[in-house]
């Protein structure tokens, strides 16, 4: 059964892709954030992808139109209660998201399901929240959500075959690929990736070769698409610092521990592309 109506929560670079992919996939889509200035410019940048799209001809400017008719701004939770699923896509903090799932629990209907795209929360614990956590998943988009195939479908332990199999339907109508993966920390792609984003930063701490370099070996050497550093930078330096903190504290295993150069670097606000100043210079 196609979802028809979508919420999501959070209008930050994640939160605006994944309304802007559910929207192109037919979805009306209740944008929410507690920041007016936030929504404003998730709706410009949602633009903004759309006429790219439209120039490279992948879609229409009929297309582009009817996307941003079924976008609706809102800064009251209670006008995401009826939707089919919500998903949510705030700051990785367990503090911010066990206040937010649940409010969310009780101003939705009892059938809507609940999913986070977060980084590297355990699912389960997030589902314990709720009164609902047969109808809590996790939707890990990757970034940038428009252009990424990815979806890991996370299932925590109290997830129903039912929810699992909406979500990862979803997946599909939004023309990605699901994976589904289970609740264990940093789930397959943070398990993997950030430990390796880590060395790469004790790599230029410990001075072996500038960022530049370092870099450069992964992409001509590995053929990866964009150096670790360079990657760090576009996830933001604080999301990369918490999904550590959260692999170090849950699996109490040193090799997780994370660079103090990336400890200095978000105390210092340099956090990336988002403030203009990371490992590069925006």
Same mark, same amino acid.
């Given at each position: 059964?196609?979802?028809?109506?979508?919420?999501?929560?959070?209008?930050?670079?994640?939160?605006?892709?994944?309304?802007?992919?559910?929207?192109?996939?037919?979805?009306?889509?209740?944008?929410?954030?507690?920041?007016?200035?936030?929504?404003?410019?998730?709706?410009?940048?949602?633009?903004?992808?759309?006429?790219?799209?439209?120039?490279?001809?992948?879609?229409?400017?009929?297309?582009?139109?009817?996307?941003?008719?079924?976008?609706?701004?809102?800064?009251?939770?209670?006008?995401?209660?009826?939707?089919?699923?919500?998903?949510?896509?705030?700051?990785?903090?367990?503090?911010?998201?066990?206040?937010?799932?649940?409010?969310?629990?009780?101003?939705?209907?009892?059938?809507?399901?609940?999913? !986070?795209?977060?980084? &590297?929360? $355990? *699912?389960?614990?997030?589902?314990?929240?709720?009164?609902?956590?047969? =109808?809590?998943? @996790?939707?890990?988009?990757?970034?940038?959500?428009?252009?990424?195939?990815?979806?890991?479908?996370?299932?925590?332990?109290?997830?129903?075959?039912?929810?699992?199999?909406?979500?990862?339907?979803?997946?599909?109508?939004?023309?990605?690929?699901?994976?589904?993966?289970?609740?264990?920390?940093?789930?397959?792609?943070?398990?993997?990736?950030?430990?390796?984003?880590?060395?790469?930063?004790?790599?230029?701490?410990?001075?072996?070769?500038?960022?530049?370099?370092?870099?450069?070996?992964?992409?001509?050497?590995?053929?990866?698409?964009?150096?670790?550093?360079?990657?760090?930078?576009?996830?933001?330096?604080?999301?990369?610092?918490?999904?550590?903190?959260?692999?170090?504290?849950?699996?109490?295993? !040193?090799?997780?521990? &994370?660079? $103090? *150069?990336?400890?200095?670097?978000?105390?210092?606000?340099?956090?990336? =592309?988002?403030? @203009?100043?990371?490992?590069?210079?925006?």
């Amino acid at each position: 059964m196609k979802i028809e109506q979508a919420g999501v929560v959070g209008a930050g670079t994640m939160g605006h892709g994944i309304a802007q992919v559910l929207a192109q996939s037919g979805c009306e889509v209740q944008l929410y954030d507690v920041s007016a200035a936030a929504l404003d410019s998730a709706m410009a940048k949602i633009d903004l992808s759309l006429a790219r799209l439209c120039q490279k001809g992948v879609i229409s400017s009929e297309q582009r139109a009817q996307t941003l008719t079924r976008l609706i701004p809102c800064s009251r939770l209670d006008a995401l209660a009826h939707c089919r699923i919500v998903i949510e896509a705030v700051s990785e903090n367990s503090e911010i998201k066990h206040a937010l799932f649940s409010e969310l629990d009780q101003q939705c209907d009892p059938a809507t399901i609940l999913a !986070s795209n977060t980084s &590297a929360i $355990p *699912l389960t614990r997030i589902a314990a929240w709720t009164q609902r956590a047969d =109808r809590v998943i @996790g939707m890990h988009f990757m970034n940038p959500v428009p252009l990424m195939a990815l979806v890991e479908v996370v299932r925590a332990l109290q997830t129903s075959d039912a929810t699992w199999k909406i979500v990862s339907d979803l997946a599909r109508q939004l023309g990605k690929t699901p994976v589904t993966v289970r609740d264990a920390p940093g789930f397959v792609s943070n398990r993997i990736l950030m430990p390796m984003i880590n060395e790469a930063v004790f790599t230029l701490y410990e001075g072996v070769a500038d960022a530049a370099g370092i870099d450069s070996v992964m992409q001509l050497g590995m053929h990866h698409p964009m150096g670790p550093l360079a990657l760090a930078d576009l996830i933001g330096l604080d999301t990369c610092l918490a999904i550590m903190d959260v692999l170090y504290q849950s699996l109490r295993d !040193s090799k997780y521990r &994370a660079c $103090p *150069l990336l400890i200095q670097m978000v105390e210092a606000g340099h956090l990336g =592309r988002k403030s @203009g100043q990371g490992f590069y210079q925006y």
